[in-house]
Structure formats: structure tokens, C-alpha cells
């Protein structure tokens, strides 16, 4: 069964500091993945998503993941970071045979000035 | 404004009573889901559908109900509300080619 692990809870981090999101996910086959934002008291916002190709894949607000098949990970970046990323962010994946897209539990960012 | 609109944003349910959370979507999408989001477990699943007339269930069922008689409405029903479904609930929705889904800005629901 398709699964997303994203092992840290809560990050925080320094505003202008780097910014690196775990996610690993479990699928027989090439997975769809994807990562969206949810700032509080808000619905989600997709940030990128890798299908097919080139395995760094760039998405809104600066931020870009690489997909990784060996690893079976597929990690969030932002080279720095910006009082207003604070949020959660929830990775996921889609099983094409399923039709489920499945989240992981999320990672809630602090930023500090 | 294009996009997925859910009613009501707020509701206090009494147990056992019964409610329909509304969900529509004017993009013709095919593809609707339910989640519900609860602290520490991230969203699940709780039914989704492929287009009218067709749905099925995902990862956290029981005690919800859904129907698909038009592309654009995909309600969820509570049939006799439960403390432990207290959470805030999110209507998502995608084309068939797109699998980047657009999700609506959530129902946050409490059962006394």
C-alpha cells in the first residue's frame, strides 16, 4: 500500500537560513508526488509536484524538491527562508491505480527572526 | 471565482444528530475527495470520487456517506455525529489529466 513518511514534526529555523523537508514515501510503482502548504486557519496550497523527467523539480514561493527513486525520498528546499513560509507542509503521493492521494503527517515550520 | 466552495466553514453538531457538509467545484473536474484533518495524522481520506455516479471509499469510512449526482456537488453526510468526529474537513478536486488537486478552504466541525 502506498504511504508518506515525513519524520519531523515541528523544524525551526532562522529567517534567511536554509530550509530542508523530509518526506519519504513507500509505492510499487513511479509515484506521483507532490507537496503543498497550509497556512493557519487556511485550506492547502499545492507548492510543486514531480510526474515524470527531470528529478529537481522547481515550484512556487522558491522552493524546489528532488526526487530521489533510490532513497525513495522526495525532499522540500528553499535556500532562504522567509518569515511568511511559516507553516505546515504536507507531502504527498498519488497511486495512479488507487486513485488516493495519500499525505503524509506534515512538518510545521517556525521561523525566527 | 473558480474553485472549490464548502459550506458551512463552521459547525457545532450535537451527538447523534445528522448533517450534510456541502461541497461544489465550477472547474468540471472529475475527481473529488474528502478529507478530514485531525493534529498529528495529517489528512485522510475519508471517500472520493471518479465522477457522477461513482464513488468509493478511502482510508477512514465509517460513519460518513457521499453521493456524486452532478460533477460539481459531492456532499458528505454524517448520519448520527460522533465526538470523534470532531475535525476540519476538506473537499478537493482535480481533471483527470492534472493530478495536482485544488482543495476547498475547509469545514471545521465539532460534536459535543
Known sequence: AQSVTQPDIHITVSEGASLELRCNYSYGATPYLFWYVQSPGQGLQLLLKYFSGDTLVQGIKGFEAEFKRSQSSFNLRKPSVHWSDAAEYFCAVYGGATNKLIFGTGTLLAVQP | ?112
Open chain 2, 1 to 112: 471565482n473558480a474553485g472549490v466552495t464548502q459550506t458551512p466553514k463552521f459547525q457545532v453538531l450535537k451527538t447523534g444528530q445528522s448533517m450534510t457538509l456541502q461541497c461544489a467545484q465550477d472547474m468540471n473536474h472529475e475527481y473529488m475527495s474528502w478529507y478530514r484533518q485531525d493534529p498529528g495524522m495529517g489528512l485522510r481520506l475519508i471517500h472520493y470520487s471518479v465522477g457522477a455516479g461513482i464513488t468509493d471509499q478511502g482510508e477512514v469510512p465509517n460513519g460518513y456517506n457521499v453521493s456524486r449526482s452532478t460533477t460539481e456537488d459531492f456532499p458528505l453526510r454524517l448520519l448520527s455525529a460522533a465526538p470523534s468526529q470532531t475535525s476540519v474537513y476538506f473537499c478537493a478536486s482535480r481533471r483527470g489529466n492534472n493530478y495536482g488537486y485544488t482543495f476547498g478552504s475547509g469545514t471545521r466541525l465539532t460534536v459535543v
